[in-house]
């Protein structure tokens, strides 16, 4: 056996796992394998303070470069400052504490998996490695168990000419023109002169035009009255929304025995996308196994998701309103409707621990599509789902 562990995939979800391993069983030999150039790609992954207990917020500290207490959502309607912390990891500060805890010769950077098995990683090269587990975070492939549409964006990390004047985030500004679904701008504050701009899509379609985004951004930047002088960075994602599926279909179709996480789990919030608080919550799991062999992982992992699936099933409803029930603009009221309601259940929304009372308010009132529409596409789903 080569090694006690092997994270296939070096992404958020197993570089966690990683750094909750080395803190609470330090002796465990673990190895990461990446297809990628480097452990965490380029990618920025924000959350909300309240989405993390103290003890997590506390082991998560070190991949934080940023931080707010407060952060701001525009619509044409109405303008909120919520007074809510907000955070922002990243990927280099990742890498570098899985650098830290992992020695250099256990981390497979460039090195592409052809197969897995709950213990053993076989290589493209056909080499293979064995491990007392293996645990597969290698993002999700294609599923025909998932009904799912996208968060697709683009991000650029701008200098600008002058100070932003930005007291925190912007993490929706859907004044912006709407078009291929429901679009926003997400704007972080870096520094006085520093942002990273987003072009963001919850869309029915997965395709992304990289020119026409980064031509939007520019432009948007220009109507904030914001000169771009240099471009630091551009990262991009496409991310899943849920709106229902076989959650046990859906693991059925993965490798035997082979425990997944992050997105290749089924975890990350139904609507917003998020995926930085179900990955800590994982990590938190498996350090706190008392047995770390296949099996134990897989049930454990398997059990977790499927019951977070299960909680969740409200948020899926609210997807079906937005992307099969909603016509154009009405997809951008849904979401400025909701920004009415009071911080602490908009919190509780984010951190997919929503109450039965909220419910009741979220969905109380004129609804901003028509209530037969709503309830057809809703009754239409279910019959389909039989």
Known sequence: MDFDIILAGGGLANGLIALRLAQTRPGLKLAIVEAGAVVGGNHTWSSFRDDLTLAQQSWTAPLFAHRWDRYEVRF??????????????????????????????????ATPIAALTPTSVTLADQRVLTAGAVIDGRGQGQTAALDL?????????????EPHGLTGPIIMDATVPQTDGYRFVYTLPFGATR????????????????????????????????????IHREERGILPLALGGDIEAFWNEGVPGVPRVGLGSGMFHPVTGYSFPDAVRTADLIAALPDLDPATIYRAVRDHSVGAWKSRRMYRMLNRMLFLAAHNEERRHILERFYLHNDALVGRFYAARTRTVDWLRILSGKPPIPIGRALRTLIRYEMDQE
């Open 195 to 230: 942002v990273l701009i987003e072009d963001t899509y919850f869309s029915d379609g997965a395709d992304l035009a990289p020119e026409m985004l980064r031509r939007e951004l520019t432009e948007y930047a220009a109507s904030q009255g914001w000169t771009i002088v240099a």
């Open 149 to 161: 549409r996208w968060q697709k964006f683009l991000g650029l990390e701008v200098e600008l000419a």
């Open 76 to 109: 044409p309607a109405h303008t909120r400052d919520l007074a809510a912390g907000y955070g922002s990891a990243t990927s280099d500060l990742l890498a570098a504490e899985v650098a830290r805890v992992v020695p250099a010769e256990r981390i497979f950077t």
